[in-house]
């Protein structure tokens, strides 16, 4: 199975040197490229664009890389390609798949392709029928135990493991917070930070740089998350068509 890749760039010669390296790499497919970071958005965000994979530039007018990353993480996998090394720190906060520095070599290209395929050949498939629990495999040696996804109210990040927070209980495991996200469905798990990942039927409110659980549960909102969270949140927003 071949992935679908789509490039967004605002300088078209760095859009042919990867549409090159795309063509004459096997196991992955251009599914378009753009040059301006707004229609990227747009056309990600309806599924005009359906990408396993983008490459996009960080340094763009009217939308860095860096915004536009955090509005379609949960849409696509990002590598990034820039000139820029000194943004690599910024860009792990919206968990990029790779960072690339131009002039991109073939050779660097394609480490990156490889490094994509196999993560996204070991992710979780959402196809059949949904499941609406998951087993787990807890601190004890040996012991898994169920947990129904809706009960989840918080997914933390602990160093090599995350922290499946419920009601009146919190189970440890042995996981990335990535692949708690990609195992989750997307419809009700959002990234709220680099370290948090909440069930959006369980926010109470949000206030400032905070979101509220229904339990009490104060949630910090990171920066790069802010767009795409408020996104989600807006679908829902009851608003007035009357004119102020």
Known sequence: MSLHCY???NEDHAIELLTKHVNKT???????TETDPL????KISTGEIKADITFMDIEMPQLSGLELGALIQTHTHIIFTTAYPNFALQSFDINVMD???KPITYQRFLKAVQK???LISSTPSHSG???DYI????????KKIKIKIDDIFLVESAQNYVRIILKDQNHLTYITLKEMENTLPPALFVRVHRSFLINL???ESVEGSVVHLVDGTPVALGQGYKKDFSHRIDEHLLKSKRQA
């Open 116 to 118: 994509a395929q196999e």
């Open 7 to 9: 490039i967004i760039d």
């Open 99 to 101: 960072y690339l520095v």
């Open 26 to 32: 096997p196991g992955i497919e251009l599914a378009g």
């Open 135 to 142: 087993f787990v495999q807890t601190e004890i040696k040996g």
């Open 39 to 42: 229609v990227a958005w747009q």
């Open 201 to 203: 039927n369980k926010v």
């Open 129 to 131: 029928p949904e499941m």
